[in-house]
Structures are given as C-alpha cells and as structure tokens.
C-alpha cells in the first residue's frame, strides 16, 4: 500500500578541477547532543561505527557548496542537523563530467569516514549529483563505504537539454540554445567553446546515457532510491502513479520563468508522457527504487532560489521533503 508523504539565476559555483583537492572538509557538524562532532580521525584497522549513517549532500551540474549566505542545498544542511543527524556538504567542480568530479567526491568521503569514524556515509545526490555518486561506487569502488544513495531529479538515462546543446537534436533554434547558455551564466559562444562545460553536458546526454549506465551497474551492497520533480502544471498521473509514495495530482507547480524553455522542449508536445521539471524527465530520474514525484522545477528541489517558506502554490517545501527523505532512511536502518 502507497503511503502520502511530503506534502536562479543560480550564479556557477568557482570550484575549478585544480583545486577541489584542497578545500578543506566541513567542520561545523553537528552530533545529537550539539557538541561539536570531532571525533578524531578513524584508525585503519577499525571497521567502522554503524548506523545511523554520517549524510553528505552532493551538488548537481553548476553547483556549488555555497556563495556567501546561499548553500546550494538552501538551508537543508541546518535544518537536518538541528534534528540531530551528522551532514556534510560537498563540493566538486561545478563544470566536469562525472569521471572527473566522482574522485573529488571519494576524496571527500574518505574525510568524512575519518572524522566520524563511521563505517559508511549516505549520498543525498541532486540532478548530476546522482552520476557522481553512482561513479564512485561502481567505477571507484566504494560501494563497501556508501550504505545508501537517494537521487534526486538526477538524469539517469540523461536530458536532451545537453543534446540539445551539444548539437545533435535537429532543429533546435537559436533563441533556445541562447536560453541554455543564460542560464548557466554564460554568452552562447562560450558556452559552446568551453572544454569543461562540453564533457559536462556530453555526460548528461541522452546519447551517452546507456554507456555510462552499463559502465556503472548497481552494486548490490547499497540501497539505490530515487525521486524526481514534475512541473509546468502537470499532474503526471502516468509517471508518477507507481511510486511508493502516493502521488498528490492536485499539487501542481509553476515553473520558474527562466525555465519555461526547457520544461517545453522536454516536453516534446506530449505532455502526459514527457513530465519533467525544467532539466530531467521523470523517466530519466527513476532509479532502483523510485520512491515519487514532487511538485517542483529542477531549482524548486533545492530550495532555490533562496526559499525562505513553501511554495504558495503547490505547498511543497524543500526541507520538509529532505527531512522525509532521512526519516525514511533512518526507519529503514540507515
């Protein structure tokens, strides 16, 4: 039986590859009790604590850890760690493909692993985040160190908005493409000339999405759970009706303006079957178990831009919907 759940100009991050090795491990973590979690570094030989599992967040593609008082998760880490879990928010270039960024992401974890002295983490991964994570347990191995990765709006059988970009779906205008290139924060012309920001979205493609998901299987020691965002208005009935949660048709969310020429595209004037949120279909963001469908664009999933309250219209509140996210794994032993 389903239950009911939950009911930007974002400026790029200046993470460059050259110096992601660097920046040092986030320190104003939280235990239970408040105090400061400095436990020291985890001996070599020690297996590790068990549950309740340290959680990382991992940024998605143009993301960032935080600029100034804006996180990238906006005020989730705080909100969790105020009920007592142990966060972690990372940080990796914001423009690299996934074989890139997942290094810097297992640096960041082994950091983790030492400071807690936990025997495992859980990756909260949002949009190319999910890629990240995936990579780093199938290609690096580390599927002995992550108990759990929960997607959200990740791109697994990738966005034809890369495609898009890329050059390889007919048709598409420039006005378009000049849409892709604002949001990202940068003129049409650099976008397509910068080498980074090209094997970025040539990992979020559609034509690369088959090689990376046989390149990087499940690994059967970690749970794999997965959420995506519908917008535009849609109820997605079809694609969201099988979900653990219930999906709530009357939640309907309005996208973002500078959206809106995405969650069209993506739609390919077949709505009922193209549900997304501005960025990633629901088909593409279903994984392992595909848990449901939240009323929010691809920026709405994080909160931003800046989201102070929930959102009028659809109700939805992003840090009510990460909350739910550790309840559920806590309850199942994470």
């Avoid at 001996?43 to 940024?59: E, Q, S, T």
């Avoid at 997607?151 to 048709?171: E, F, K, L, M, N």
């Avoid at 499940?218 to 009935?237: E, F, I, K, L, T």
């Amino acid at each position: 039986m389903k239950d009911v759940g939950f009911s930007l100009d974002l400026t790029p991050g200046d993470v460059a590859l050259d110096d992601v090795d660097d920046r040092p491990i986030v320190t104003d973590v939280l235990t239970p009790d408040g105090a400061s979690s400095d436990t020291g570094l985890r001996d070599a030989g020690d297996a590790g604590r068990g549950a309740p599992f340290p959680i990382v967040l991992v940024h998605g593609f143009a993301g960032f850890r935080d600029i100034g008082p804006v996180n990238y998760y906006f005020r989730v880490a705080d909100d969790l760690r105020s009920r007592g879990n142990v966060v972690f928010e990372s940080a990796v270039a914001p423009f690299a493909s996934s074989a890139e960024r997942a290094p810097m992401l297992a640096r960041f974890v082994d950091q983790v692993l030492r400071q807690t002295g936990s025997a495992k983490v859980i990756l909260i991964a949002h949009s190319q985040g999910g890629l990240d994570a995936r990579y780093l347990i199938s290609t690096l191995g580390y599927g002995d160190r992550v108990a759990a990765v929960v997607s959200v709006a990740t791109p697994h059988r990738g966005t034809r908005v890369a495609d898009a970009i890329g050059g390889t779906v007919p048709g598409v205008s420039d006005g378009f493409l000049n849409a892709v290139a604002t949001v990202l924060g940068f003129s049409y012309n650099e976008a397509r000339s910068r080498a980074d920001l090209r094997a970025a979205l040539e990992a979020l493609s559609e034509r690369n999405a088959d090689a990376f998901n046989r390149a990087n299987p499940d690994d059967a020691r970690v749970a794999y759970w997965s959420y995506a965002g519908r917008s535009n208005r849609r109820a997605g009935r079809e694609q969201c009706g099988d979900a653990v949660i219930a999906n709530d048709p009357s939640a309907l969310d309005n996208t973002l303006l500078i959206l809106l020429p995405f969650v069209n595209f993506l739609e390919q004037g077949n709505p009922a079957l193209h549900v997304n949120d501005g960025m990633v279909e629901v088909a593409s963001a279903r994984w392992g178990r595909f848990m449901g469908c939240v009323p929010a664009d691809h920026f709405d999933e994080v909160g931003q831009i800046a989201h102070l309250i929930p959102n009028l219209e659809s109700g939805f509140d992003h840090r009510a919907f990460y909350r739910d996210i550790v309840r559920r794994l806590r309850a199942e032993g994470f």
